[in-house]
């Protein structure tokens, strides 16, 4: 039975710990001791836990998403992350997004790993804490629907919660979200969850700590396209300091316990330069999976704060790549998972946990003497360059694969009251012809993502959706184009349009560099809906924009040419 390493008692007995954590917390909070967490504590709310959750798809992914801070696990029925879906295997265990931070002189976090989630549903009102967050407890789901004309707003669609802070377009031009005259959410690749959460809705106990007070909007995406695609899911985190003092020192962190097939013979490795943590096979064939074994990873995005100036670039890698090299009875300085605030700062800060020394290449990396560095395994396993578990100690020696975990952390910055900083990373899969092989074909991925990302991060809308079940006499909107369809595209591309009256539109494509590669005018014989189709046989893989002029307006949407 898959157990990430193990069932903690954490794990299996989640009750009993909570009570547990309840004797002592309970008295520092009270004030009944003098430490510095009982003379500092915030107040927090009295919210029980998310039980909110659904499944994110994209073509070949399914994977269960909770409302807590941490993912796919406990995932009932298992698999949390399918991949191949429908195969029944897992590619991925469990994962969390983590805070730390320093306010008012102390060190403060939010996070979990197998415990109880950090993070409690809802905003955090403009006055006082989160009192009951059941009412918030929920995830909002859209899907790209169907080309056909269909029967009004369906979904979220009527329920899009704009009053939290979703984006919405404003195709009617009236005061306010309006989804049953025109206006309709935005959203993220063809399947999109929103959800909202918080942490100060009750006591933070894994690891015990006072709260950050912020507030935090969650969206993952996938795409129904064909390749590459179709084998990610992606996600983005905007963190929103609801708090009045500043948050300094900051690191945000995912931490993944992956668990690709068998958890038994993993090997992990991290590449800076593409900002990917990753997984692969310590053999030929994995005891899921078989063989050739599959590589499996997460890499960092964008990076995106409200005031600016967020000190690393994502495109060149975060700061800080660590691995726990964990399992049952394993010990050492990486091998138990930090349990306290000042362990996690330090993990996510590039330094060992216990002891706040820097890690150093060669070995597990904290027994040698070797350079400093924050990335672990950064060499190559593939070629056997460099520091990786095939290659130790620079002569050769391997590690043998069994579970093992890693971190990706970024920082450091700051988040004033009111600011927002945003963070978005996607998961990618690859198969080569071996083992090794499939982490040269990740990275090829990893590389290729990086260069269309713009288009496959960029907010849509679903397409409208009649209300009586037919278009109506007159167009709808003065003039529209919806975003163009497939995209990813192939070899065609379609745009579903409304035009107020007659004549002639000018169709561009331009690539990045903003060259026209592509320019066609289309008549319009009369006013009203209909569909323009686009050969784009002839375009190479890459990111482009097409630009819509019609008699009066004009619009552009950015898509993707995949082969």
């Known amino acids: 039975m898959q157990h990430g390493g193990g069932v903690s008692f954490d794990e299996r007995y989640p009750a009993t710990v909570l009570f547990i954590r309840s004797l002592y917390i309970a008295p520092l909070l009270l004030g009944l001791a003098c430490s510095a967490l009982a003379q500092t504590a915030p107040q927090v709310g009295t919210c029980e836990p998310g039980k909110a959750t659904k499944y994110l798809e994209s073509r070949n ?55 109880p989630r950090g993070f409690w549903p809802g905003p955090i009102p403009a006055h006082g804490v989160p009192s009951d967050c059941t009412s918030f407890d929920r995830i909002y789901e859209l899907r790209q629907v169907q080309r056909e004309i269909d029967a009004g707003p369906v979904g979220d669609v009527l329920d899009w919660p704009v009053e939290l802070g979703a ?14 005259d025109g206006d309709l959410p935005l959203m993220r690749g063809d399947h999109y969850l929103w959800w909202i959460n918080n942490d100060l809705g009750n006591l933070q106990s894994d690891p015990v700590s006072n709260p950050l007070g912020v507030e935090m909007v969650n969206e993952a995406w996938g ?38 097939g068998d958890f038994g013979d993993d090997a992990t490795g991290s590449d800076s330069t593409l900002s990917l943590a990753y997984f692969y096979t310590a053999n030929e064939s994995d005891g899921v999976y078989g063989s050739p074994g599959p590589a499996f990873g997460f890499t960092f995005l964008e990076a995106y704060h409200s005031a600016g100036g967020l000190p690393s670039n994502v495109g060149s890698g975060p700061e800080t790549f660590l691995t726990a090299i964990t399992g049952p009875r394993k010990g050492g300085q990486q091998g138990e998972w930090p349990r306290t605030t000042e362990r996690y700062y330090r993990f996510m800060r590039g330094l060992l946990p216990d002891s706040g020394e820097p890690m150093r290449a060669w070995g597990q990396g904290w027994e040698g003497e070797g350079p400093v560095t924050r990335y672990v395994f950064h060499g190559d396993p593939v070629s056997g360059e460099g520091w990786s578990e095939r290659n130790l100690d620079g002569q050769g020696t391997t590690m043998p694969g069994f579970d093992k975990r890693i971190m990706g952390s970024f920082g450091p910055f700051e988040l004033a009251p009111g600011d927002t900083a945003s963070f978005t990373h996607a998961y990618v899969w690859a198969v080569g012809d071996d083992h090794l092989d499939s982490v040269t074909e990740l990275k090829v991925i990893t590389n290729y993502l990086h260069d269309v990302k713009a288009a496959l991060m960029s907010a849509r809308f679903p397409e409208p959706r009649f209300i009586d079940g037919n278009p109506p006499e007159e167009p709808q909107f003065p003039f529209w184009i919806d975003e163009p369809y497939p995209n990813p595209a192939d070899n065609r591309l379609s745009l579903r349009s409304s035009f107020s009256r007659e004549g002639r539109v000018v169709i561009r494509v331009s690539d990045a560099l903003g060259r026209t590669r592509i320019s066609e005018i289309v008549q319009i014989d009369e006013a009203g809906q209909r569909t323009i189709t686009i050969d784009i046989s002839g375009l190479t893989p890459g990111s482009y924009t097409v630009l819509v002029q019609g008699p009066s307006r004009h619009t552009s949407h950015p898509f993707v040419v995949l082969r």
């Open 61 to 115: 992914v399914r994977a269960q998403i909770f409302n807590g801070g941490a993912q796919y696990h406990p995932a009932t029925p298992f698999p949390g992350y399918e991949l191949p879906k429908g195969s029944g295997n897992s590619a991925h265990f469990t994962d969390s997004f983590m805070l730390v931070g320093t306010v008012e002189g102390e060190q403060r976090m939010v996070g979990s790993t197998f415990g």
């Open 167 to 180: 984006s919405f377009a404003d195709r009617n031009g009236l005061a306010g979200y309006q989804p049953l």
């Open 223 to 260: 795409f129904d396209a064909v390749g590459a695609v179709g084998d990610m899911t992606f996600y983005r985190h905007s963190i929103v300091n609801k708090g009045r003092s500043t948050i300094s020192d900051m690191y945000v962190g995912l931490w993944a316990d992956i668990d690709l």
